[in-house]
């Protein structure tokens, strides 16, 4: 088949087309979270509909959730409110949820990919940006609104418009101490927080070949911080690999018919991209954002831009410096932190927390005092491998508090949140004033080892300094 992976995908969902370049399109997989179901599945109840195929709808409790280990506390009523009604909701339409109660849960994005839910070819919704993510695997995986999770609850499918595919290599290979979040932050950096509206990234070229499953999760992830909707991988070997064995993967003689079909819909040669930009892995540094939104960042190393002379919106560039207390010309290293967060559905996967895990090892680190620093496992499966390795006791020893699965300090909307101007070194994706529940918090945000390095010195470095690397 000749053409995008994403044109591939899509086109073979269309139900109908609505209007020009608008179609209906039918879901594999909807994921729904506590966050923005309750009102979608009011809905149906008030119409008296059922919901359409439960059998492909899947629910975690992820945002609201506690990690302080016990999933029966709640920081407020509504947290508590919104995860009663998902469990609820899920009974009712008898849908498959990975129930808190049974230790199943986790961050959607994190959880499907796991159960081998998220596959190639597949098209994916869930009233999450993050849905992204699920990209990695060669499927079309977006967020949308709670109005569209009641259409997709109701009929299985859903209106969108149909995206253009900019097509992003990343040519050679990456630098030691250099990881996909940082690919992630180098491409909105260059092409912007909003640079990608009106498209599908597709993601490829050696440094993103040689990524594993996880490492390309983080990449889809980001996508939609550089405004792309969605983001996503051609499906190849590793791709097989991950897949092979899980949940809901096909079995037997299934699998070898699926594994022929889910590579068949990467791009072909001849694929006709709308636009294409090439990186080389050689200019990608360890990144940290120094403003409010994920693509005011610099490299490790360089100075802070000048807002005057620095290109995009010079207000926002100058507000955002003023509000995160930076001086243009200054570099961020040095920049002291209160808090340090591992985790969230961009890298709170199993190995990065085993890259932490590494790096504590080489450079025989401790948080330094006056520094919290949370390891909040994306799910309670990534939880069980990181106890099962006995990583818990190394993240102890080294004074790193491991908590229970969940969003935490990625968004602030459970107990895990920043105080007044408290600054926290986040492997999150979102930077946003107010983003971690404190309003005038300061997110500043970087790979999962960056964040341990910022942790272990108090401070912002680059994490290479600390096993001479760089
Ligand atoms: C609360 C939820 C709907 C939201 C999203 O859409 O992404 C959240 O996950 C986020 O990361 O900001
Ligand atoms: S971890 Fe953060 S980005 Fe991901 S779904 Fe939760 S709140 Fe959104």
Do not use: D
């Given at each position: 088949m000749i053409g995008t992976l994403y044109e591939k995908v899509f086109d073979a969902h269309v139900v109908r087309e609505i209007a020009e370049n608008q179609f209906q399109l039918a879901v594999d997989v909807h994921l729904v979270n506590e966050v923005s179901s309750p009102q979608a599945f009011e809905e149906l109840l008030r119409r008296g509909l059922?919901?359409?195929?439960p059998e492909r709808t899947f629910a975690s409790a992820d945002h609201s959730i506690s990690t302080g280990g016990d999933v029966t506390l709640f920081d407020d009523a509504m947290c508590e409110a919104q995860v009663d009604m998902l469990g609820k909701n899920a009974l009712d339409n008898r849908l498959t949820y990975f129930d808190p109660m049974q230790g199943l849960h986790g961050i959607l994005h994190v959880v499907a990919p796991e159960n081998g839910l998220t596959q190639p070819g597949m098209v994916i919704a869930c009233g999450d940006s993050h849905t992204s993510t699920h990209g990695a695997f060669g499927a079309i995986a977006f967020g949308i609104g709670t109005s569209q999770v009641r259409d997709v609850l109701a009929s299985q499918t859903l209106i969108v418009d149909k995206l253009r595919v900019r097509r992003i290599i990343v040519e050679g290979t990456l630098a030691p101490g250099v990881f996909a979040k940082d690919v992630a932050l180098h491409v909105i950096h260059w092409?912007?927080?909003?640079?990608?509206?009106?498209f599908a990234y597709e993601f490829g070229g050696d440094a993103v070949s040689a990524m594993s499953m996880e490492e390309r999760m983080t990449l889809c992830n980001m996508a939609v911080e550089g405004g792309a909707r969605c983001g996503y991988v051609n499906p190849d070997a590793i791709t097989l690999d991950y897949l092979r064995g899980r949940a809901f993967a096909p079995k037997g003689a299934e699998w070898d018919e699926a594994a022929t079909r889910w590579l068949s819909w990467a791009s072909s040669p001849d694929a006709m991209w709308d636009d294409e930009v090439i990186f080389r892995a050689d200019d990608i540094a360890p990144i940290v954002t120094w403003g409010t939104s994920p693509d005011q960042s610099v490299p490790v190393g360089a100075p802070l831009p000048d807002p005057g002379v620095a290109g995009g919106d010079a207000e926002d560039l100058r507000d955002a410096m003023i509000f995160m207390g930076g001086e243009p010309g200054r570099p961020v290293v040095g920049t002291p932190i209160d808090l340090a967060f591992i985790g969230s559905c961009t890298n709170g996967r199993l190995s990065d927390l085993e890259a932490v895990a590494n790096f504590l090892r080489r450079t025989g680190g401790c948080v330094k005092e006056g520094v919290r620093a949370l390891i909040v496992p994306g799910s309670r499966e990534v939880r069980e491998a990181v106890i099962a390795q006995n990583l818990d006791q190394l993240f102890a020893e080294r004074g790193f508090e491991l908590r229970d699965a969940g969003c935490s300090l990625c968004c602030g909307m459970n107990a895990d949140r920043l105080v007044g101007r408290q600054v926290c070194a986040s492997s999150s994706n979102r930077n946003f004033r107010g983003r971690q529940g404190s309003p005038e918090g300061r997110t500043y945000l970087m790979s999962p080892v960056m964040v341990a390095a910022a942790a272990i010195e108090g401070k912002i470095i680059d994490a290479r300094a600390l096993e001479n690397l760089a």
């Open positions: 059922p919901v359409a195929h092409l912007g927080a909003k640079g990608g509206l009106g």
